[in-house]
């Protein structure tokens, strides 16, 4: 052969995820100019509303942008939160892979440890500088400037210096400067990204100053905070081998039963003595830091084979109706508004998820076009405005198969704003980007109810408005005639004319009253029409 | 707070690439069930084709899956390529990010060191089994059971034992058992996509044996190998900081300005000066390897902002019209085909790329559906088929974009296959599975002129094949009355009806003949209607 594979593996070499994502920045969102500055602000904002959610605290962030030149933007991001201490901002922001959320089994906006390193890549790739930081916990403070390492993966700090707290609030403070980017006015931009996330964290208050220096602000619509989402146990269906090889060998367990019984949801001791008599050759009575991976890479089969309870979602947090109706009041102003809740469902056998849908209708819902109106689809994954990617995403997929026409709505041409909330402690991506939710078939069916469930809702207030309208034509037509009547009757009984029209239009008044009533109108409790 | 920041970093971690792609699948094509297997099948014979492009030597690749169960099934490829050194196996198979692609600019099929190694955890997770590797590179083989342990991205070796080398012969064969899969037979299961990477490919030969025991075989169209493509030089605009800088750090070099002339593409003397000129403080004289970080983000910034001649294309190697029509021919038989191979475009500033279209119409081109046909649009990139995420990609966009009315063609109703390649040392997907590429403008208008080029060229054969169709119908007409003609003329002049008819139906023909030639009609070469 004209190369032998000996030589052709002299090449052979490792990489850096930094490495990987920098070449391959077109995967975690920068792509085209406005996706790649909406980004930057999404991974910020997503990044403070977690940590803000952890430290049970009422979010206020700022999302300030300086447009330096035409392609070039000042992004400035300062939340309320706890601050990072400074032994972790290198890994915190610049460190692709490294995090508090990937290991831990509970719903959270960020999960994999990618979006702020991504940010500090992406300002050095394109205008060559490191991201500033300034941090306050509270007792202390500090700025510093994070840049990323590529080749290794590994953070690098400058210009580290300790500021008195008295001068900066509690909170983090990030300054970027990203190339290649744009701000508009589009649906794909930073001001309906932070408008989206003002409707599903309607606990918190975004402050938006545009670069041409307008100031918008999004109020917060509820005082309360959101329950807390708590860490779950893993579904023996939900486990990959992996996870099972790392618990095991982490766990303070003295036996392998206990372990598994300890660990894992729905793990019975009944169930363990079933795994036990399956795997016959394993020592259930060693430690678990004894498993082998094979030993694991089998536990992990046969659970695959056996029969368990479906797995709890009471560690689900979704934003809940009342919150969703006031954040949509809030924001659109709707004539009519359905919001649904559905139970929790499982995907893929192990994985538990709460989906939540609202229709909006008149008002401020859908978006003005040229002649008239448009529907949108709002789509969020815990609480997280998806604006990219919508035709590969579930939510779409769930929309686009109601038919709309069925409850006299017309998404193409009806001022009509549909939302979808996806909630679960492992939201099944399509991208590393995260822009759109994978089209398990189990998710698309749960929205597809919970939309249909909203759309009868509106479609209640819908044939009652057309009613109401049918009943004033009619009205206002028997009314035509009271004059004339009044008259003729008028003159027959040689009474007055006003008096009798009077009498007249009482009793015409009433009888459509009535009319109505015997109709089966009557308004539901949440239209506002 | 609730939860001071030292708390909430406590629990802070890094995990491994292997961890981060296990847990989410899907982003590297493991989604749906008949979309994983196709993915397994594309990963393997990518890397066949690859090596055998490299060793030089025609691909001779079967593909066999059997069906266990339902949803599980043993997949296995088999190339006629260099092998894999044992000392490398667990990496090229078992370890994420990890090959001999990443670092080189190079047009390959694979590029990311993931395809493989994705496979393997995909089998480990989903059947809790090893993928199993015979290899001989002609002098030495083996084989063994390779996995990966997740935890740290290592590979997991086991059962490796030595084979005689007379007794298996020279390449690689992958043996692997998959979980959560399906075999079927739409447009996006491994016959379709064997099809058109033999369509890409038409130096390979490729033999399918389905789960049914059928056999298929797509044989080689041409006997040439292709060009083998070079390494290029890295263009200064298509630099990021970290390419310089470990560039840089691995050059032998005595100073900067020699190692930049050297090493980048269009960096003459001249343009060292300029980059010297802007950046007065860096000292050129020192040796590259002492460039810091940060003497790098502000050269990289530099080339930024210089102007330079369009990077070199003659490393890219595209299909090549004869070879694309051989293919197309062998495996459509249209009646027509058109065939594109564009000069060499640059986008993103540094990146050159090259764009072949075709389109074949009539024949079996399209796909034939209920009532009729529909058209097909046949995606590449570095001769790779595209299958999946058609939505998010530059060529369904621009296909979507061109009026294929003006050019006489209906995609949603008639036979006609839309061919597209585009080739590249750096192709810029969208996602980390590589079914989409990303929407860059420049790639977009690039793939619209071609396309547009070749519906032209269909577009005369479709007015010719109407032109006929009009001709033969008004020549029919003609025909009909020489019969009535003829026994009219013979009664006049008493000559026989058979005489007069003979010589009536010549001299039509040659009028119609005529008349045709005279209104430009005339076959194009490739047109084979």
Not at 36 to 42: I, Y
Request: proline content about 4%; charged content about 25%; hydrophobic content about 35%.
């Amino acid at each position: 052969m004209a190369e032998k594979a000996d030589d052709i593996f002299k090449e052979f070499k490792e990489h850096s995820i930094s490495e990987f994502f920098n070449k391959n920045r077109q995967m975690l969102g920068y792509s085209s100019k406005v996706r790649a500055l909406t980004t930057v602000v999404h991974e910020y904002v997503t990044n403070s509303l977690d940590a803000l959610e952890e430290a049970q605290a009422l979010p206020s962030i700022t999302v300030r942008l300086d447009r330096i030149d035409e392609a070039k933007y000042r992004v400035i991001v300062k939340d309320n939160g706890p601050g990072i201490p400074k032994g972790f901002v290198g890994k915190a922001l610049a460190t692709v892979l490294a995090g508090t959320k990937f290991h831990r089994n509970m719903q959270q906006r960020g999960q994999q440890g990618i979006g702020a390193a991504g940010c500090t890549l992406f300002a050095q790739a394109t205008t060559g500088k490191p991201v500033h930081v300034t941090s306050s916990t509270g007792d202390k403070a500090y700025e510093c400037d994070v840049a990323i390492d590529t080749l290794h993966n590994k953070p690098i700090l400058s210009n580290v210096a300790d500021i008195d707290t008295a001068k900066v609030p509690q909170g983090l403070s990030v300054r970027g400067e990203f190339g290649g980017v744009k701000y508009d006015s589009s649906d794909h931009s930073v001001f309906e990204y932070l408008k989206r996330t003002a409707i599903a964290n309607p606990h918190a208050e975004i402050t938006f100053i545009d670069p041409d220096g307008g100031e918008h602000t999004f109020m917060r619509a509820v005082d309360a905070l959101p329950e807390r989402p708590k860490i779950a146990k893993l579904h023996p269906l939900g486990l990959s081998v992996s996870d099972l090889f790392e618990m095991a060998h982490s766990s303070q367990s003295g036996r392998v039963t206990s372990f598994l019984v300890d660990t894992f949801a729905r793990f019975s001791q009944d169930k363990a003595n079933e795994v036990k008599d399956t795997l016959k050759d394993i020592d259930f009575a060693k430690g678990p830091k004894e498993l082998t991976w094979n030993e694991c890479e089998r536990m992990v089969a046969t659970f695959k084979s056996m029969r368990w309870i479906s797995p709890d979602a009471t560690h689900i947090v979704p934003i809940g109706e009342e919150r969703i109706e006031a954040a949509l009041q809030n924001i659109l102003s709707p004539e009519s508004l359905h919001v649904i809740e559905r139970k929790p469902k499982v995907f893929s056998g192990g994985f538990p998820f709460v989906v939540e849908a609202a229709i909006a209708y008149g008002g401020g819902s859908g978006r003005k076009v040229e002649g008239g109106y448009t529907g949108v689809i709002m789509r969020f994954a815990n609480r997280v405005p998806l604006l990219f990617d919508s035709g590969s995403c579930a939510i779409t997929e769930a929309a686009k198969s109601v038919d709309w026409r069925r409850y006299g709505m017309d998404l193409d041409s009806q001022a009509v704003s549909v939302f979808v909330n996806v909630s679960s402690v492992y939201i099944p991506y399509s991208g590393v980007g995260k822009e759109s939710i994978a089209q398990e078939d189990d998710i698309i069916d749960e929205i597809k109810l919970a939309l249909m469930d909203a759309a009868r809702g509106v479609q209640r207030f819908i044939s009652n408005k057309e009613h109401t309208k049918e009943y004033e034509g009619k009205y206002k037509t028997v009314m035509r005639y009271t004059s004339q009547l009044s008259q003729d009757l008028a003159s027959i009984t040689g009474r007055s004319k006003e008096g009798i029209e009077e009498r007249l239009e009482k009793l015409v008044a009433k009888q459509y009253k009535k009319e109505d009533k015997d109709e089966g109108g009557g308004s539901d409790g949440k239209d506002n029409g």
